[in-house]
């Protein structure tokens, strides 16, 4: 029978060495407020409403890290319920996530995203978006796929969705401190 030692270990040692996530989200253009999709601020005539500042695109990454590591989700982390969050930066809640998954002994490999709205066209602005998103997940932007689509055939003239997949490796151990020169070699050394 195993020790609780050796099951502890036993553990830790199988932890995969990659972890996929899944985020998925969708929101309500309304008019009147800003519209932002990954950290960018675009022109439009309306916005996202609903939790936060609405950001499609942050809030399925941010499920997508969480849902890696299986950690609860970002309506459990953050309640739309909760005025705390009411226009809150987006960004808060991937630094969150983050900061979870380098606790779990991860890091984002990279991430793929799939964004589904009618306007505006995410063309002119996917650069500038996957340079932002790469800032703030601390990676190069082209370990960040981005994708936009629209919605034919789904009647959904007046919402954004976003699909994100997010790949997470373990952090490799730091290498041992080298063991001391053993008082044989010391000898040896001196003559
Ligand atoms: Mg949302």
């Given at each position: 029978m195993p020790t609780k030692k050796t099951q502890r270990r036993t553990s830790k040692d199988h932890r995969p060495a990659l972890r996929i996530g899944y985020g998925f989200d969708s929101h309500e253009f309304r008019l009147g407020i800003p519209l932002k999709i990954g950290g960018i601020t675009l022109t439009h005539d309306r916005g996202l409403g609903g939790?936060?500042?609405?950001d499609v695109l942050l809030h399925a990454i941010t499920d997508a890290l969480l849902g890696a590591i299986a950690a609860p989700d970002i309506g459990t982390l953050?309640?739309?319920?909760?005025?705390?969050?009411?226009?809150?930066?987006?960004a808060i809640f991937v630094h969150e996530a983050l900061a979870r998954v380098q606790d779990a002994g991860y890091r984002v490999s990279n991430i793929d995203a799939s964004l589904i709205l009618a306007?505006?066209?995410?063309g002119p602005h996917a650069a500038a978006i996957r340079t932002h998103v790469a800032e703030l997940l601390g990676?190069?932007?082209?370990c960040i796929g981005l994708k936009a689509k629209t919605p034919e055939g789904l009647n959904l003239e007046n919402a954004a969705i976003a699909h994100v997949a997010a790949l997470l490796e373990k952090i490799p151990q730091k290498a041992r401190p080298k063991k001391k020169a053993s008082p044989k070699k010391k000898v040896r050394r001196t003559m």
């Amino acid at each position: 029978m195993p020790t609780k030692k050796t099951q502890r270990r036993t553990s830790k040692d199988h932890r995969p060495a990659l972890r996929i996530g899944y985020g998925f989200d969708s929101h309500e253009f309304r008019l009147g407020i800003p519209l932002k999709i990954g950290g960018i601020t675009l022109t439009h005539d309306r916005g996202l409403g609903g939790h936060s500042d609405g950001d499609v695109l942050l809030h399925a990454i941010t499920d997508a890290l969480l849902g890696a590591i299986a950690a609860p989700d970002i309506g459990t982390l953050f309640p739309p319920s909760d005025p705390k969050w009411k226009g809150a930066d987006s960004a808060i809640f991937v630094h969150e996530a983050l900061a979870r998954v380098q606790d779990a002994g991860y890091r984002v490999s990279n991430i793929d995203a799939s964004l589904i709205l009618a306007a505006p066209k995410i063309g002119p602005h996917a650069a500038a978006i996957r340079t932002h998103v790469a800032e703030l997940l601390g990676l190069p932007s082209d370990c960040i796929g981005l994708k936009a689509k629209t919605p034919e055939g789904l009647n959904l003239e007046n919402a954004a969705i976003a699909h994100v997949a997010a790949l997470l490796e373990k952090i490799p151990q730091k290498a041992r401190p080298k063991k001391k020169a053993s008082p044989k070699k010391k000898v040896r050394r001196t003559m």
